[in-house]
């Protein structure tokens, strides 16, 4: 009588990294990761492909910080970061809004993951792959009415809206990005983009 259901969430990574590769001018980015499992360590292993598909010379920083939800050590991690040179930064898990406290501050870039992120930095959040969990749900309500009590898996991806791409109006991104950046989703959605995890 279960169902199951996960993220992709390496899709929405490997776009979110294509544009941060475009947009970074430093050519340092940061990660700021909570504990390294699940769909967590899918978004930063799809983000750090997105990067080095996009521009193998960007260098990405990942400083997995034990914790889902330590703002303190997330804010640090940020800051250690844009100490290295970044000025873009990406993370996720609730702990982010420190981190994300920490970019605004230094004016760098954020993406963000699960939920759209920009109304915590109008003018730094690029764009957010957002979880819709409701598309999984309701075809589970589906299959209950239809007397399927459990047993089927679901994944949630760019392909069945499960996981959207948002772009923050706030952020003025410029034309080209933007249309690589629809290229990608279109490419991981019929396929001709492949993404390759370690």
Do not use: C
């Not at 590769?21 to 700021?32: F, P, R």
């Not at 360590?41 to 750090?48: R, S």
């Not at 640090?76 to 970019?103: F, N």
Request: proline share 3%.
């Amino acid at each position: 009588n279960i169902f199951a259901y996960e993220a992709a969430s390496q899709e929405g990574g490997y776009v979110n990294g294509v544009l941060a590769a475009t947009l970074s001018t430093s050519k340092v980015i940061g990660v700021v990761g909570p504990i390294e499992t699940g769909d967590a360590k899918l978004y930063v292993d799809g983000f750090k492909a997105g990067v080095a598909a996009t521009d193998p010379t960007v260098q990405v920083n990942v400083n997995y910080i034990g914790s889902f939800s330590d703002v303190a050590l997330a804010s640090e991690a940020a800051t250690t970061h844009i100490s290295a040179g970044a000025d873009v930064l990406t993370g996720t898990a609730q702990m982010v809004v420190g981190a994300i406290g920490k970019a605004e501050e230094a004016n760098a870039l954020w993406f963000g993951t699960q939920s759209n992120q920009s109304s915590l930095a109008p003018g730094i959040v690029v764009a957010s792959q957002v979880y819709h969990w409701e598309v999984m749900l309701k075809e589970m309500i589906d299959l209950i009415k239809a007397g399927t009590l459990g047993g089927r898996s679901f994944t949630a991806n760019l392909a069945n809206g499960g996981e959207v791409i948002e772009f923050n109006p706030g952020y003025a991104l410029n034309a080209d990005a933007k249309a690589l950046a629809d290229q990608t989703i279109q490419g991981i959605i019929d396929g001709s983009i492949t993404i390759t995890l370690p």
